[in-house]
């Protein structure tokens, strides 16, 4: 340990905090989780990443990557071991006008990145939240406002720069290391480190953004209607549906329907709109034409001594009527988690569902639990949640590991069906046989 130590501080040309120094405190934490590592390295540039993997794979100790430090499981910090943020890597370039090609550092965040494409009419399908990394979402999906015309956010990956276990550099696309190329595609931060993204960027105008809600006790009939519109709605229009806000009522809590249809034009976006408004009594509209940017809103950083239990699972056609019943019935009584249930479909469902390591493809919805408090109400909540997961078991499939709090072997079997595993771990055997990049939901070598 204190020879790769000392090999490190000679290689490395970033910051090295260590316990004691006066930025530990809050770099040693992630957005939702706090930990003790021994160090938190933040590379300045490509060699300071190699330099931090060969440190960490000679110390034997164990390795986080953080990016915009969102996790709810806390995958980008740990005990006793090294973190590498990425934070410092995050240049934005558009490197091809005409192709609208844009290379992004694997520090960068969302919100970075729309603010930095807006002036030149570009964006990409990302998630909905400023502060969350474009790794971190891109390596394990992404999910956001522009999904359904545009896909997920790694749809629009056309290659990567990768630091490898060993520290060496590869590029991944379709024609280079393709194995690799599938794998960051949904394996999550698997078979290395992304240290640059380059992305197709398409487009954009100004979008219709705002939310609908209804009173909840509409719950039934509102969410029922929104989710059999939008299996046919246009592809411009994503929406999510928000309920028992303990915020906002708990049980009692409007039906928000949140949504942005993906366009300027005032018919089209009626047209396509209006069918939400028809679904109940509407107690709150505020839809209006707004910047793309816009949609992406600041991320809930949680007071001292809070925390965020968060389970997701997708729901196929044929489940969807029987899920929304229950769904409607637990977000409507006493002890409710909080109910976020998201459409997805449309481009997403167009690519294959063996293209990528995301595996989910079919999936016409795609709903999260969160339960929020210190941890004795955390305790508290847990066996009653169990029982709400417990009835949605027999008519839901899979995780969306962006929102899973916890990172078990059967979470990471709900992510990965075997198919997916059993490639993922040769190709895990093959860039990093010693599991070294082992902080995620983590697929073994082969």
Known sequence: MSSALETLRHDFGGDIIEPG?????????????????AQVLRPTNLHDVQAAVRFAAAAGIPLAVRGGGHSFAGLGTNDDGVVIDLSLLADIQIV?????????????????????????GLAISSGDTKSVGVGGLTLSGGIGWKVRKYGLALDQLVAAEVVLADGNVVRASADENPELFWAIRGGGG????????????????DVYFGKIAFPATEASAVLQGWADYVRTAPEELTTIANFANPFAGGPNAPIEIHLTFDGDDAEL?????????????????????????????????????????????????ESVAEVIRILAEVGTSEGTPIMAVRSVGGAVARVADDATAYAHRQAELMFATTIIGPPPAIEAARPGLDAVWARLAPHVNG????????????????????????????????????????????VRPA
């Open 269 to 317: 976006a009626a047209a396509a709109i209006d069918p939400i408004r028809a679904l109940g009594t509407v107690i709150a509209d505020d839809v209006a034409l707004q910047p793309y940017a816009v949609t992406l809103v600041d991320g809930m950083i949680p007071p001292p001594g809070i925390q965020l239990v968060t389970r997701s699972a997708f729901v196929d056609k």
């Open 21 to 37: 120094d006066a930025a530990y405190e809050a770099a040693s934490r992630t957005v939702l989780v706090g930990g003790t590592p």
């Open 190 to 205: 698997n078979v290395g480190i992304v240290t640059a993204f380059e992305f197709a960027a398409h487009q954009t105008r």
């Open 96 to 120: 091809d006008k005409e192709q609208h090609l844009v290379r992004i550092g694997g520090g960068a965040t969302w919100g970075q990145v729309a603010t930095a494409l807006a002036p030149h």
């Open 399 to 442: 995780a969306y590991s962006n929102f899973l709090a916890t990172a078990t072997d059967e979470d990471v079997a709900a992510v990965y069906p075997m198919p997916t595993y059993e490639r993922l771990a040769a190709i895990k055997r093959q860039y990093d046989p010693s599991n070294l990049f082992v902080g995620n939901h983590n």
